[in-house]
């Protein structure tokens, strides 16, 4: 090892220009930022929508309608979609998790099941929540009602 050969070590040094150290660096007076104005200034950032003063999009438009955030959603699940899988399943026991394996729910949906179709099986059905017709249905043929 000579002194000709020595190299700084790996990331040691920045190839980056530096901005604003005086007039002598070439970046120096207003570093790249231009004249005034709003982005010549420290501290600035866009905010979100900002639209160079003009009346942002968000407060253009007629807003109605109102959607109660403390509403609970549930999956819809119809007897003839339960008769499809009890048919496939070959089971008498329809619970949460065989609507998850067989990708009829998300993991975290509840569910609700309806009277839509007929239902042929006698089924035990676990869920959060059932319609009227859809429990008369299933305790019609013999089965069972689970509320969660």
């Given amino acids: 090892m000579e002194l000709n050969n020595l190299t700084p070590a790996p990331g040691s040094t920045k190839s980056r220009r530096r901005i604003g150290r005086g007039q002598g660096s070439g970046r120096g007076g ?4 231009g004249h005034k104005g709003a982005k010549s200034r ?3 950032s866009k905010k979100l929508g900002f639209e160079g003063g003009q009346m942002p ?14 509403r609970v959603e549930y999956k819809a ?4 979609d339960l008769q499809k899988l009890a ?23 509840l569910v609700k ?11 035990d059905v676990t869920a959060h929540a059932f319609s ?6 299933i305790e019609k043929n013999g089965g069972k009602v689970i509320k969660l």
């Fill in 132 to 137: 009227s017709s859809a429990s008369e249905a």
């Fill in 113 to 123: 099941i309806l009277g839509r179709g007929e239902l042929k099986a006698k089924l």
């Fill in 30 to 33: 207003t570093s790249t930022r």
């Fill in 87 to 109: 048919d496939k399943t070959k089971g008498n026991a329809i619970d949460i998790q065989l609507l998850i394996d067989n990708g009829v729910i998300g993991k975290h949906d």
């Fill in 77 to 80: 699940v119809n007897l003839d």
């Fill in 42 to 44: 420290s501290g600035y």
């Fill in 57 to 70: 999009l968000q407060r253009r438009v007629p807003k109605f309608g109102f959607r109660n955030f403390n």
